[in-house]
């Protein structure tokens, strides 16, 4: 399994972005996909997150609530995370993860994401 995320860049607070993460010799229907981030000196934290039927989407970040969105491409084998209103606090990097355990009903931590892809640094300043 190969992940890859995209999309990260230096965006003005009170902008957006948006992230991609593409997966090789996985199909995202089948696990659950997460958005994780990482700031300078910080652990990294879950921010959303979609199970393999892709009915939904868990919130690991009540921060992000109303501002950030995940949806998915099964033709193009690609999930995406929208980011609106973003603030200086979002600077990290955000990588995509795959979870292939048996809990559902939120984010799993990130010790538990069985793949990871390499992030991408998204820097909010003016």
């Known amino acids: 399994v190969q992940l890859q995320a995209s999309g990260g860049g230096l965006v003005q607070p009170g902008g957006s972005l948006r992230l991609s993460c593409a997966a090789s010799?996985?199909?995202?229907?089948?696990?659950?996909i997460g958005w994780f981030r990482q700031a300078p000196g910080k652990e990294r934290e879950a921010v959303l997150c979609?199970?393999?039927?892709?009915?939904?989407?868990?919130y690991g970040l009540n921060s992000v609530k109303g501002r950030f969105i995940m949806s998915r491409d099964n033709t193009k084998n690609s999930v995406y995370l929208e980011m609106d209103s973003l603030k200086p606090d979002d600077t990290a990097v955000y990588y995509c993860g795959i979870y292939k355990g048996l809990k559902s009903g939120y984010c799993p931590g990130a010790n538990e994401i069985n793949y990871w892809g390499r992030g991408t640094l998204v820097t909010v300043s003016s």
């Open positions: 010799e996985f199909t995202f229907d089948t696990y659950m």
């Open positions: 979609m199970p393999g039927s892709g009915h939904r989407i868990y």
